[in-house]
């Protein structure tokens, strides 16, 4: 559905249950299993949504015997950092530009 890895990751995150799985996983490595039970869903349920990150590049699925352990690949997430900071510094820029105005016009207005 989305052709770049950045719409993919920030489509991922868009779902608070996603969201909840990578603050799981930010934790340590863990079963699909464990990764269910504070969840109020079906094993096909969260195992959908695993599938959801792991297209986003968001998390890796292994093998151990019968178990398929889940761990965070933080990447995916430094891009979204990396690009949510040129957003940042140009509203910081914006509010520093708004003060600055603020201060002139309160400058302009004590004297009279």
Known sequence: MYADPLSKTLAALADPTRRALLARLALGE????ELAKPFDM???GI???LRVLQRAGLIEQGRRAQWRPCRLDPEPLRNVAAWV????RFWEESFDRLDDYL???QGTGEGQ
Not at 85 to 88: D, K, S, T, V, W
């Open 30 to 33: 863990t079963t699909v299993t």
């Open 42 to 44: 079906s094993l096909p």
């Open 47 to 49: 195992s959908k949504h």
């Open 85 to 88: 900071e040129q957003y940042r």
């Open 103 to 105: 201060r002139e016009l």
